[in-house]
């Protein structure tokens, strides 16, 4: 579904130029859930915007839902789905007429369109929000929204940067479950980027830790714990085995917000 080779990112020029994503290669099978974790400034978002078409590499390539990145943008664009940190959700306007318009953007008709607002909001549980505006709802059913947009067309894969970031722990919980079932019932196949080890350990299939923007490991949440030496690590110790720091403990800040 993905095939990542040699994906490489510097901002800026030389003298000043950050490397914040170096060679990175991995592959995801269709209906996996991958999950990107690092410390901050790792380059999870460089990479998640490299892999969604939204910031050129400087190096390497990428093949995305069957389209090569490079080649063909739009062909990638067409089979993702792609939630940012900063979220979808407008303001002002009923969110289920924002979600039938953006429908009408992917070409459909505005009659098909209300129909398949109305099924993605039906799928996501906020079919009795569509009459409301961003700024009137909580923190977790705007995600909902969020992934909403993202899932209009019928993605086959869904990028979702730092997707439970300011949400409490049942909200989280309840994301997830949402998150499984689009795996589950759709195929979807998810590639997450996040803070939270224990979402990463009880969500996701596999896991690509990244740090300084290189891949130090790729594997299940059981196989990196017992690649410490004792095998009875727990994720945070892994994390902190393999990166040299400590898993982040504080509430990382939207980046729209910062
Ligand atoms: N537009 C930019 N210009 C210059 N440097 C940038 C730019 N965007 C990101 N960087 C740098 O690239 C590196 C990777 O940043 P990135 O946002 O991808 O990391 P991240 O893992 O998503 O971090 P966080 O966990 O804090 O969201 C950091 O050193 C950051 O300062």
């Avoid at 950050?18 to 990479?47: C, M, Q, Y």
């Avoid at 992934?147 to 940067?161: K, M, T, V, Y």
Wanted: charge should be neutral; aromatic fraction near 4%; charged fraction near 25%.
């Amino acid at each position: 579904m993905i095939k990542v080779s040699r994906l490489g990112k510097t901002y800026g020029k030389a003298g000043a130029a950050v490397d914040a994503v170096r060679d990175l290669t991995f592959a995801v099978d269709p209906g996996e859930i991958i999950g990107l974790l690092g410390p901050n400034g790792a380059g999870k978002t460089t990479a998640m915007r490299m892999l969604t078409t939204l910031l050129p590499p400087t190096s390497g390539t990428a093949v995305v839902a069957g389209h090569d990145l490079l080649a063909d943008p739009v062909g990638v664009r067409r089979r993702i789905g792609y939630v940012a940190q900063s979220g979808a959700t407008g303001y002002g306007r009923p969110l289920g007429e924002e979600l039938a318009d953006q429908a009408m953007l992917y070409g459909m008709s505005r009659r098909e369109a209300l129909l398949r607002a109305g099924e993605v909001m039906e799928l996501l549980g906020i079919a009795d929000l569509a009459p409301r505006a961003g700024e009137t709802l909580s923190g977790g059913q705007r995600r909902r929204f969020d992934l909403a947009f993202g899932l209009l067309h019928r993605p086959s894969a869904l990028f979702l940067d730092e997707p439970s970031l300011g949400l409490d722990p049942g909200t989280r919980a309840e994301l997830w479950h949402l998150v499984r079932e689009l795996r589950e019932d759709h195929g979807v196949t998810v590639v997450l980027s996040t803070h939270y080890l224990d979402e990463a350990d009880a969500l996701c299939d596999r896991l690509l830790i990244v740090d300084r923007g290189t891949l130090v490991a790729d594997g299940s949440p059981g196989e990196l714990k017992s690649r410490v030496p004792g095998g009875t690590a727990t994720l945070d110790e892994v994390f902190r085995w393999l990166t040299g720091r400590k898993a982040p403990k504080e509430e990382p800040q939207p980046k729209a917000l910062v």
